[in-house]
């Protein structure tokens, strides 16, 4: 795109949303000084149109959720959010209404989570709309929490509730006539339905849970399905997960369409987009962990335990009977 | 992508170019420790295939250049260079071949530039390969230089030579049967017209200027053209350049083809991709920079002076007369 043009849009749409260390998206880069004593911890992830989010999908909610997926990492982390670099690569049908509406999105977001622009860079694309965001987090030296430390014994949790987006994702192919509208879709209220399609739009990152999160010996967020991610986390630890999944949190919403259509259980604990907070606290931190992440009002729920490796993965579900997940997808005994 | 999927490129390609902050590129995140007494300076650019670069460029070269414009920023700022991350959005028809011969590239200049992959994201896109960067590098507090504080009296320096990148995109277009070959380079050897083309290529990023660049009182990198560059840098800094444009450093082969070619000229100011350093020096740290610089073995030339921002912006041409610059684009009086 002309340099003249890219200054102007820049200026227009996105220097409003930079922090102090943006020096007003004037320079070349930017500032940042780290909190004395602090780690920063870093994380990146890519939104392409059509695969990460349909094109269509209001401006704002794009953007809160190209911020919201790496929030999510920095608060699976235990980390502190600093500031953030965004890369857009526009398609040539970009307006100025659409821009002014995500940079609003965005600047929401970001102002919520005090994480402030710290710079980035718009450049012109043939293809689909494409997002990258760079966001960075500060820790108390040491105090990262990993996704590769979960030990034997250590009990497993889960925030929030579990399945929501994925719901959210088949309401709205249909709402875009992507995809037949789903049977149980018709047995939900139009606020339940609006609940499980925003949590598709607009991911909403456990900042809150942070304090607790420092209780714990693993954890990640959850964005490729609970059963896939909590198999990455063991992978990663040398562990195996066994947990019952009938104790995965729903909501009222999922709860409802589930007693609706019973099949959609591998959905519910397969399917992405959840961005909760998968985490691995020892037995004995146990207590301090429930309590901390009661006094931030994020419910927690254990599901299970971490076993050694040499053990079964054992994951119960709806009979109490044993599951069986081939490529994380869900398939019945 | 299917997460295991990913995660297979990701710990076969990318994980061996990992730094110790980044963790094997197994967490969620990367944890790095910033130099005790340091600022950070980030800068984050992107490249799309088919605008910053051709998609059947050679993938060692499309990595090294993707990596070169961002370390190109950071050395502009005086920064030293401690990593980044990279997020991929991979077009269908990706094969192991190319990005095998990708992430050596990357892991070539990450590694002659001592900055690690930290993180990243690998994504598929409908669309063009879509690379994004964000490079992280530490100054002393205090220490960036910055884009908008040249002063009026500051001498204009540019580092290397400058327009060998425009032409070589010329014949890099030619070479691709994307537009006609130019007459002028049938006067350059072979080994001329490489030189040329591999400046487009590959930018050869001006870190070895750092220690001289601390002298300076304002800098930038030349991405977008010298006569715009040092027109954003003046608006940035609230001053107007007075520079004789004939005095601009050219390589033997830009020489020779603007012999053959007069016209030339205004391409070789104006073009892109130069990715040299362009910086303002107050005259008393003059002698200094020009020595730091000699050292480094980085040619450095004088072009003209900051003037204050009610004087008239002079650019001399080839004659000794007043050049106009509608648009950054040349025309003569």
Partial sequence: MPQRREQDLIARYFAPLAGPGGLGLRDDAALLAPPPGS???????ALVAGVHFFGADPPDTIAAKALGVNLSDL????????????TVALPRDWTDEWLEAFSRGLGEVASKFHCPLLGGDTVATPGPLTLSITALGAVAAGAMVRRTTASPGDLLY????????????ILRQAELGEAPAPGWGEILSPRQRE?????????QPRQKLVPALRAASAAMDVSDGLVGDMR???RASGARAQADLWQVPLSDAASTALAGDPALFGRLVCGGDDYEILCAVPPEAATAFEFLARQTGVPVTALGVV???GEREIFLGPDGDSQNFVNDRFSHF
Same sequence: chains 1, 2.
Avoid at 40 to 45: G, H, K, Q, R
Avoid at 75 to 86: I, R, V, Y
């Fill in 75 to 86: 608060a699976a982390k235990a980390a502190d959010p600093l500031g953030f670099l965004l």
């Fill in 195 to 203: 609940m499980l399609v925003g949590r598709y739009l607009s991911p």
């Fill in 158 to 169: 889960v925030s929030g509730t579990i399945g929501d987006a994925a719901l959210g994702l």
């Fill in 232 to 234: 990455a986390m063991m």
């Fill in 307 to 309: 076993a050694a490796a």
């Fill in 39 to 45: 780690e920063l911890v870093l994380t990146a992830d």
